[in-house]
């Protein structure tokens, strides 16, 4: 079975969106040659990118354009094929390469539905919404969280409160030269 990976950067006290729905706090002049390196290694590992509409909106705006010599990933980005969860979109281009599927609806069923599918592993970038509907569902296989070294104060955190305890293993780490530190971690389940 696939698995669904949550790629997710987070401000160093939880918040995946400041006050104003923004993403100030990722380094942006700072490029680490080995984050970008990792994350285009991490990109060979999956077959399909899922994002909601908001975060298909925001990437649509520079990623179709945007060349491996600006950003190491881009190419690879811009070639895998693309899911944007919508109720509102009726289509999702993509520049130049392919447009993204968009599905209405049930996102967990579908994302049920894609797990189960052949072919190497799915991410999901931004789209908190859908991020925490498919925590509750309990799809997702694996958490790889940015943590940036900036305090936002408030906004929107990650993970939705919870009535219980989520137990998660951690299987790697890793920091980088612009002070973000990765943490990989895999939620334990009952057997």
Sequence with gaps: MRKLI???????????????????????????????RDQLRFLDSVDTILLGRRTYELFVDFWPTASAEQEIIADRLNELPKVVFSNTLSEAPWGTWRPAQVVRGDAVREIRRLKADQG????????????????????????????????????????????????????????????VVLLHYEPQRDA
């Design 120 to 179: 190497k592993h799915m991410v999901l970038w931004g789209s908190l919404s859908l991020d925490q509907s498919l925590m509750e569902a309990d799809l997702i296989d694996e958490y790889h969280l940015q943590v940036c070294p900036t305090l936002v104060g408030e906004g929107r955190r990650l993970f939705p409160d919870r009535d219980a305890y989520a137990r998660l293993k951690r299987v790697d780490m890793r920091t980088y030269d612009t002070g």
């Design 6 to 36: 949550l790629q997710e950067w987070l401000s160093l006290d939880g918040f995946a969106e400041d006050r104003d729905g923004k993403l100030d706090f990722f380094p942006s002049t700072d490029t680490d040659q080995y984050s970008d």
